[in-house]
């Protein structure tokens, strides 16, 4: 733990600037700017297409950016890498056949200066259960488990994990996100892609929304929720014309099917004090938080258009 070339600055971990790559005609990332503080857990949050693999591939020195630049505890990826300060769970990637689960991870410990033990990660990761089993032989979930004991194996200051989750049954989320807690805990730092709104929300301090290659959104989870105006109406009222509903306080988006009439509000004091005073027959109020999921479709719907 001494090895002066694993020091690492105490404030930035990542820093990307203009980070651009295009795959023939398509865009994927168009000059992405990202500053990651030690110690924070981020989600990239993107629907399919986004170009969240691509960024992260990028941080990671896999892809070679047509244009910008990423510094890794002030180095380039390949010598963060070299130095073992990355750990990381990508995307795609076989797992070497012929060897068992436990063999795999004590080869790629052998690669890092400060390797955690092997059954720590094993145990960790939830792969102590099929740890003698070979790697070929494993359902997706358990694949999975493998992938993130090699992640972990590394010890590394920094995990980048592309949709870590992806295959794990609920049980595995719940075990997997209380090992990255720990991890997160000790003052290392996490970036892991998703679709999962939920998981952004619940496990990340800063949620950064990619639409179309570029940060739609960038904040803390209650910081997106904010940016859209945060509570949703939906009330019962017959006959009312939207335009009438749109000029209500506070509303941002109406929504009309029938009777049932679906209000978005960054004032709903405001909005609900406006609708019972015009619209004597309202009724069936409810009142809640627009969640992530609703956050997520306006902002990512805003940036359609920005494909010029
Ligand atoms: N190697 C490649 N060759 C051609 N196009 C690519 C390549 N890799 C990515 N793309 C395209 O770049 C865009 C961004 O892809 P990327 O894999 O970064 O998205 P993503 O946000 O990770 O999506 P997902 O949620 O499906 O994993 C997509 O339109 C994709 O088709
Ligand atoms: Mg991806």
Do not use: C
């Amino acid at each position: 733990m001494t090895d002066p070339s694993r020091d690492v600055s105490p404030v930035d971990t990542i820093v990307a600037r203009g980070l651009t790559k295009s795959f023939g005609a398509v865009r994927a990332v168009r000059e992405l700017d990202l500053t990651l503080q030690r110690g924070t857990s981020v989600a990239l949050l993107g629907p399919n297409g986004a170009g969240k693999t691509t960024t992260i591939d990028m941080l990671i020195g896999l892809t070679k950016p047509d244009a910008g630049t990423v510094s890794l505890f002030g180095r380039s990826p390949n010598e963060a890498v070299k130095a073992g300060l990355i750990g990381a769970m990508t995307q795609t990637g076989q797992l070497i056949d012929y060897l068992s689960v436990r063999e795999l991870v004590t080869m790629m410990a052998a690669i890092y200066p400060a390797p955690l033990a092997v059954d720590e990660a094993l145990s960790i990761s939830g792969a102590d259960a099929f740890a003698d089993r070979q790697t070929r032989k494993l359902s997706g979930g358990e694949t999975q488990r493998v992938r993130f004991a090699i992640a972990l194996v590394a010890n590394a200051e920094l995990l980048v994990l592309d949709e870590p989750t992806a295959a794990l049954d609920v049980e595995g989320r719940r075990d997997f996100w209380n090992a990255m807690r720990a991890f997160a805990a000790r003052g290392k730092t996490v970036v892991f892609a998703t679709h999962y709104l939920e998981e952004a929300d619940a496990y990340a301090d800063r949620i950064v929304l990619i639409s179309h290659g570029r940060i739609a959104a960038d904040g803390a989870p209650t910081e997106i929720k904010a940016t859209v105006g945060g509570r949703i109406i939906r009330a019962t009222l017959p006959d009312v014309e939207s335009s009438n509903l749109q000029a209500l306080r506070g509303v941002t988006a109406v929504d009309r099917k029938g009777d049932a009439i679906t209000l978005n509000s960054n004032d709903s004091d405001a909005t609900l004090r406006d609708l019972l005073n015009t619209f004597a027959s309202v009724r069936d109020i409810e009142v809640r938080g627009a969640g992530l999921e609703e956050a997520f479709l306006e902002l990512t719907l805003d940036s359609d258009g920005a494909d010029s």
